[in-house]
């Protein structure tokens, strides 16, 4: 854990910090998206113990894997979590209509990744509208393995309030988890964006997070798997910082 803090630590520490920052923005509590996957259970899990009665988890299917759907409703029926579903399918749908895309465009690469872009910012649209109602502050997934390759949707999952995993490399995500209850199904579900069928994190990437875990905790990993972390991580820098402004 950061700073060599017990497990224990780390989740009392976490849920005093969410606690601090909702406070200090004078807001009343905490939204989130709750995706089926082990990090935004863990997000769930920290803002319902420091918000209990002003925390709400949003399900926001955009044509998402139906196991992904079920996960995430076992995630809120075992930590007790407030939840709305929102579909976003038929949204989807008349953007891209708008965009004048057809079925055929996805066979690009880099036109599926870019429709596959839409749905994370789609989900940061309504959990911005509903922070806003609420007065609550929107709580992002990423850990720090997917910060530092850039292995997150600016402005889609990547836009949010704060990041209480920001911190944590994969690794101690799951080492939380298995502390704060997260059904085991999801702490060994592989580790997935839902950006389209069967697709995985590790594979997306090129590496394993195991790999990744190790270079950021200092360990020694293979020189190419080196180099393509430190190359993903300079072509994502422009996503963890702010605009640039000119400086005059």
């Not at 319902?48 to 955009?62: D, G, H, Y």
């Not at 079920?70 to 891209?96: F, G, S």
């Not at 190790?214 to 300079?234: A, D, F, S, T």
């Amino acid at each position: 854990m950061p700073n060599k803090m017990s497990t224990p630590e780390a989740a009392r520490y976490l849920i005093e910090w969410i606690r601090g920052r909702v406070n200090d923005a004078g807001a009343k509590g905490v939204i989130y998206g709750l995706s089926g996957g082990i990090d935004s259970a863990l997000v769930g899990a920290l803002c319902q113990r420091a918000f209990p009665e002003t925390s709400l988890a949003v399900i926001l299917p955009c044509y998402s894997q139906g196991q992904d759907i079920e996960d995430a409703r076992l995630v809120a029926d075992a930590l007790k979590l407030q939840t709305k579903v929102i579909v976003l399918d038929q949204i989807y749908d008349q953007l891209l209509e708008l965009l004048d895309i057809t079925d055929g465009d996805g066979s690009d690469a880099k036109v599926r990744l870019s429709l596959a872009n839409i749905k994370p910012r789609l989900r940061m649209i309504v959990l911005y509208y509903y922070a806003s109602i609420y007065n609550y502050l929107v709580a992002g997934g990423s850990n720090k393995s997917e910060i530092t390759v850039g292995y997150f949707t600016k402005y889609g999952d990547g836009g949010s309030d704060l990041i209480p995993l920001g911190n944590l490399v994969k690794s101690q995500v799951l080492e939380l988890a298995a502390y704060l209850n997260i059904p085991e199904k999801i702490i060994k579900k592989p580790p997935s964006a839902g950006l389209w069928e069967n697709q995985t994190d590790e594979e997306e990437m090129g590496f394993s997070y195991t790999l990744l875990d190790r270079y950021l905790l200092g360990g020694e990993i293979p020189q190419n798997i080196k180099e393509k972390i430190e190359g993903m991580r300079k072509r994502s820098e422009h996503k963890r910082r702010i605009p640039p402004i000119p400086d005059y």
